[in-house]
């Protein structure tokens, strides 16, 4: 069975610096990877996702990941911080198999930017 | 990206009633849709996975019975709490899917708040 784990439930950063939020995966087989970005009361908004191809994946508002397979990682970045991007981040991962297989979320994490 | 829409986006009912939450994809054919379940400050619980014309397959645990869903078209999926009850209460969120398998992202609408007195 698949799983994701973000280990930081809370990462705060200062505006300006860069940010990092993690996440690792387990899935049978290669994995479809996928970022997500929630504010208060919201939906979940897509950031980006890893289907094939090269391991550095750039997506909306500034924000990439990078697949390393050998450590099974998926980790969020942005060079620079905004306070704006304060909010739950989710990680999800899907095995790359057809059918339906629902995305598996990790339990996400609060991203906390101070001006 | 593709634009899910939710509605009602908040409803209060007294216990004992059932509610009707519409999910609709807007700009594409949804052939797959998903039903989560958020409580407070944790992450999405799956109820249930809908095709198109097909019934639901709902996830362990989950009372198909308590929670009807309907995916009657390609760009409607409805999700019935039956007479509801407080533990109901919860944040509830669909996510639609276009045809093409797993690389197509899966795209959330923007939640209902369910209060149940």
């Known amino acids: 069975a698949q799983s994701v784990a973000q280990p930081e439930d809370q990462v705060n950063v200062a505006e300006g610096n860069p940010l990092t939020v993690k996440c690792t995966y387990s899935?049978?087989?290669?994995?479809?990877l996928f970022w997500y970005v929630q504010y208060p009361n919201r939906g979940l908004q897509f950031l980006l996702k890893y289907i094939t191809g090269d391991n550095l994946v750039k997506g909306s508002y500034g924000f990439e990941a990078e697949f390393n397979k050998s450590q099974t990682s998926f980790h969020l970045k942005k060079p620079s911080a905004l306070v704006s991007d304060s909010a739950l981040y989710f990680c999800?991962?899907?095995?790359?198999?057809?059918?339906?297989?629902?995305?598996?979320f990790g339990k996400g994490t609060r991203l906390s930017v101070i001006a | 990206g593709a634009v899910v829409s939710q509605h009602p986006s908040r409803v209060i009912c007294k216990s004992g009633t059932s509610v009707k939450i519409e999910c609709r994809s807007l700009?594409?054919?949804?052939?797959?849709m998903f039903w989560y379940r958020q409580f407070p400050k944790q992450s999405l619980m799956l109820m249930a996975t809908s095709n198109e014309g097909s019934k639901a397959t709902y996830e362990q645990g989950v009372e198909k019975d308590k929670f009807l869903i309907n995916h009657a078209s390609l760009t409607l999926s409805t999700l019935t709490v039956t007479s509801a009850h407080p533990e109901d209460s919860s944040f509830y969120i669909c996510?639609?899917?276009?045809?093409?398998?797993?690389?197509?992202?899966?795209?959330f609408g923007p939640g209902t708040r369910l209060l149940v007195l």
């Open positions: 700009d594409f054919q949804a052939t797959t």
């Open positions: 899935v049978s087989g290669n994995p479809y």
């Open positions: 996510s639609a899917r276009a045809h093409g398998g797993p690389r197509e992202t899966q795209y």
């Open positions: 999800a991962v899907r095995p790359a198999i057809s059918g339906n297989t629902p995305l598996v």
